[in-house]
């Protein structure tokens, strides 16, 4: 069983940036690790659907961003620590909402979220 916990949301102004972490624990079903598989950042706003924010590869050598937070939202990863990061500057008033990081892996594990409000 996979557990994550995200951390780093808050309140900030439009402009402001926030450092997202997504801290992993445990293995999947089949035994795999978090250096095996990608990870996701999504985001749902209230009375909206759930996003794809950005994700990033098992070793961290591919990312893909929605065109919403390119150039401004940057994702990594430090496998040693089995940690995934987002960076978010430029904040705008349109990124507040829970994020979540998600396993791409089958079963898909998530976790609580983290709540970003961005104020105008």
């Known amino acids: 069983q996979v557990q994550l916990v995200e951390s780093g949301g808050g309140l900030v102004q439009a402009g402001g940036s926030l450092r997202l972490s997504c801290a992993a624990s445990?293995?999947?079903?089949?035994?795999?690790?978090?250096?095996?598989?990608?990870m996701g950042w999504f985001r749902q706003a209230p009375g909206k659907e759930r996003e794809f924010v950005a994700d990033?590869?098992?070793?961290?050598?591919?990312?893909r961003y929605a065109d919403s937070v390119k150039g401004r939202f940057t994702i990594s990863r430090d496998n040693a620590k089995n940690t995934v990061f987002l960076q978010m500057s430029s904040l705008k008033p349109e990124d507040t909402a829970v994020y979540y990081c998600?396993?791409?892996?089958?079963?898909?594990?998530w976790g609580q979220g983290t709540q970003v409000t961005v104020s105008s």
């Open positions: 445990g293995r999947t079903g089949s035994g795999r690790t978090f250096s095996s598989y990608t």
């Open positions: 990033i590869s098992w070793s961290g050598g591919s990312t």
């Open positions: 998600e396993t791409y892996t089958t079963p898909a594990y």
